[in-house]
């Protein structure tokens, strides 16, 4: 099984400042077959990010992701007030597994 | 536009049985794999389990053996038959739809996820 670590484990950002999220896997991920998601309290999640950095239809500009292998980024830049949230990372290189999260929160 | 709405859940004590349904529309639903991921509360996710478009099914290691899920296409529906349930099964559970357009297999990621039922396992 593919253990994903992401850091931090929450992050305390202004709006308009940048995030830089953090997703390690444990072995390489295969094809670069890792996704983002977001979630907000009392909601499913969201995905953003498939193939490591291809933005899911309709998802804003100002989210990217880059990386490759056992190392992968998830970054927002210019934060907007809806951004603050919980972002989960999640490999598909095998059986699906998932990061532990980073809670992004307003300072 | 995908729609997916879940239900079933309930409370059920530990041993018991508890079967989650999730309607779909808005897509060709046979050809595409349909997943249940679940989230306790205050945790993060996990994927429990998938079903191709022409039923060929994978499972969790926590789960096998004791969950079936399953899919009827003439009704655009998904379940997940929950025995032997446990105190460590208690979670919000998600269908969630792979966006793999093949009625054979499946990608493994999820781009769409019903608003989620919640199971209690409890006595």
């Known amino acids: 099984e593919i253990v994903l670590t992401q850091s931090p484990g929450s992050l305390s950002l202004s709006p308009g400042e940048r995030a830089t999220l953090s997703c390690r896997a444990s072995q390489t991920v295969s094809s670069n077959y890792l996704v983002w998601y977001q979630q907000k309290p009392g909601q499913a999640p969201r995905l953003l990010i498939y193939g490591a950095s291809n933005r899911a239809t309709g998802i804003p500009g100002r989210f990217s992701g880059s990386g490759s292998g056992t190392d992968f980024t998830l970054t927002i830049t210019g934060l907007e007030p809806e951004d603050f949230a919980v972002y989960y990372c999640?490999?598909?290189?095998?059986?699906?597994?998932f990061g532990q999260g980073t809670r992004l929160e307003i300072k | 536009e995908v729609h997916l709405l879940d239900s079933g859940g309930g409370l059920v004590q530990p041993g018991g049985s508890l079967r989650l349904s999730c309607a779909a529309s808005?897509?060709?639903?046979?050809?595409?794999?349909m997943n249940w991921v679940r989230q306790a509360p205050g945790k993060g996710l996990e994927w429990v389990s998938v079903v191709s478009g022409n039923g060929i099914t994978y499972y969790a290691d926590f789960v096998r053996g004791r969950f079936t899920i399953s899919r009827d296409n003439s009704q655009n529906t998904v379940y997940l038959q929950m025995n032997n349930l446990r105190v460590e099964d208690t979670a919000v559970y998600y269908c969630?739809?792979?966006?793999?357009?093949?009625?054979?297999?499946?990608?493994?990621?999820?781009?769409?996820w019903g608003q989620g039922t919640l199971v209690t396992v409890s006595s």
């Open positions: 969630a739809k792979d966006p793999y357009d093949g009625s054979s297999g499946w990608l493994g990621y999820f781009d769409s």
């Open positions: 808005g897509f060709t639903f046979g050809n595409y794999a």
């Open positions: 999640q490999q598909y290189g095998g059986s699906p597994t």
